[in-house]
């Protein structure tokens, strides 16, 4: 979810590399969207990301690509840890009632108690992203891709905040990136068309 960040001192950050439910993104991109909460059973660990990521790739169509994309979701939201699971429960029962401060301060004990837990780190760059904070979200989402680089949700995420800032070729680099990872994710396509011809001045 390889990438690198480069952060600008004057407040424009810039990357060189999905998340509350229905929020848009620049233009008609969207900040991809995991499951609201963590799965009631634990996510069978033998099954490997490399062969989800694979089928991802060679998906024939949307629904079957979308069916793959929930299963990489249920690996990276499932933890071992009922104390980060209630938490994260708390978390987006705060944000479904508009508390994102409560939100935030619930996922910054969920990242102290288990700082490898992506999603946790996900969630909160969701919500800066909300409160117009784009550092913190890009900070969060560096993490999140230090630890999974194919997070296709934090890659499209880091996209959505070049393009908000006007950089529009560090978000199309972004875009790019995302569709080789997940070619059939809606929207991208376009959005790589329209910022292609903005960029280069033509179709890529």
């Known amino acids: 979810?390889?990438?690198?960040?480069?952060?600008?001192?004057?407040g424009v950050l810039a990357a060189?590399?999905?998340?509350?439910?229905?929020?848009?993104?620049?233009?008609?991109?969207?900040?991809?969207?995991?499951?609201?909460?963590?799965?009631a059973k634990r996510v069978d660990r033998t099954e490997n990301l490399d062969f989800l990521f694979g089928a991802l790739k060679v998906a024939p169509d949307e629904d079957s690509a979308k069916s793959i994309e929930q299963r990489i979701w249920a690996r990276w939201i499932v933890t071992r840890s009922d104390t980060a699971?209630?938490?994260?429960?708390?978390?987006?029962?705060?944000?479904?009632?508009?508390?994102?401060?409560?939100?935030?301060?619930?996922?910054?004990?969920?990242?102290?108690?288990?700082?490898?837990?992506?999603?946790?780190?996900n969630r909160r760059a969701t919500i800066y992203y909300q409160k117009k904070d784009f550092g913190r979200s890009l900070a969060d989402l560096r993490q999140v891709l230090a630890r999974e680089p194919r997070h296709f949700g934090a890659i499209m995420g880091v996209g959505l905040i070049m393009q908000d800032l006007g950089e529009d070729r560090r978000a199309l680099a972004m875009y790019r990136r995302v569709i080789e990872i997940y070619p059939r994710l809606p929207?991208?396509?376009?959005?790589?068309?329209?910022?292609?011809?903005?960029?280069?001045?033509?179709?890529?």
Do not use: C, H
């Open 187 to 204: 929207r991208v396509s376009d959005l790589i068309k329209t910022l292609s011809q903005k960029v280069d001045g033509r179709d890529i």
């Open 85 to 121: 699971n209630l938490l994260m429960v708390r978390a987006k029962s705060a944000v479904d009632g508009k508390d994102l401060d409560l939100a935030i301060r619930l996922l910054d004990a969920i990242i102290a108690i288990k700082p490898d837990y992506v999603e946790a780190w």
């Open 1 to 10: 979810m390889l990438l690198r960040f480069r952060y600008a001192a004057t």
């Open 16 to 39: 060189l590399v999905l998340l509350s439910p229905g929020f848009a993104g620049a233009e008609n991109g969207r900040w991809i969207e995991p499951p609201e909460t963590p799965p």
